[in-house]
């Protein structure tokens, strides 16, 4: 399986992932790993009924707000480069990423809680809506 993941991702693309996201080399190549594992029409994206298959999202009572992460407004699938960036928001961010300029855009994963909480997609965070967030928080913190 792995052989055949680092054989269909061209080196140039892994570089631009690289660059965009600020995972390694070898977490892009395990990732579209899992990436065409998951994709069982095997046509290079994933749809809501790939992801509502892993058993980790299937139980978790945020699975169905990170199942939708992946999809923009009105989308279906989603494609290896997509997905990529959406991961991207759930990596922690690395000191180097905190001390850089303040004028810069935020890291992608400092949005983790607007894509988590923000179900209204208004940048606004309900109580309704974060109550739920804040309560799975100990759960995950102490399993």
Same mark, same amino acid.
């Given at each position: 399986?792995?052989?055949?993941?680092?054989?269909?991702?061209?080196?140039?693309?892994?570089?631009?992932?690289?660059?965009?996201?600020?995972?390694?080399?070898?977490?892009?190549?395990?990732?579209?790993?899992?990436?065409?594992?998951?994709? *069982?029409?095997?046509?290079? &994206?994933? +749809?809501?009924?790939?992801?509502? !298959?892993?058993?980790? =999202?299937?139980?978790?009572?945020? /699975?169905?707000?990170?199942?939708?992460?992946?999809?923009?407004?009105?989308?279906?699938?989603?494609?290896?480069?997509?997905?990529?960036?959406?991961?991207?928001?759930?990596?922690?961010?690395?000191?180097?990423? *905190?001390?850089?300029?303040? &004028?810069? +855009?935020?890291?992608?994963?400092? !949005?983790?809680?607007? =894509?988590?909480?923000?179900?209204? /997609?208004?940048?606004?965070?309900?109580?309704?809506?974060?109550?739920?967030?804040?309560?799975?928080?100990?759960?995950?913190?102490?399993?």
């Amino acid at each position: 399986m792995g052989s055949r993941a680092s054989t269909l991702l061209r080196e140039e693309e892994i570089e631009e992932i690289k660059k965009e996201t600020g995972f390694s080399h070898s977490q892009i190549t395990r990732l579209y790993s899992r990436f065409t594992s998951l994709d *069982k029409g095997e046509n290079g &994206t994933l +749809s809501r009924e790939d992801f509502q !298959r892993i058993p980790e =999202l299937a139980i978790n009572p945020l /699975g169905d707000r990170i199942i939708n992460a992946f999809f923009p407004e009105g989308e279906d699938q989603v494609n290896f480069r997509g997905f990529m960036r959406t991961l991207a928001h759930f990596r922690p961010i690395e000191d180097n990423e *905190k001390n850089k300029d303040p &004028t810069a +855009s935020e890291p992608l994963n400092s !949005r983790t809680n607007k =894509l988590l909480c923000d179900d209204s /997609g208004r940048s606004l965070v309900l109580r309704k809506t974060f109550l739920p967030c804040l309560l799975y928080v100990p759960h995950v913190c102490l399993t």
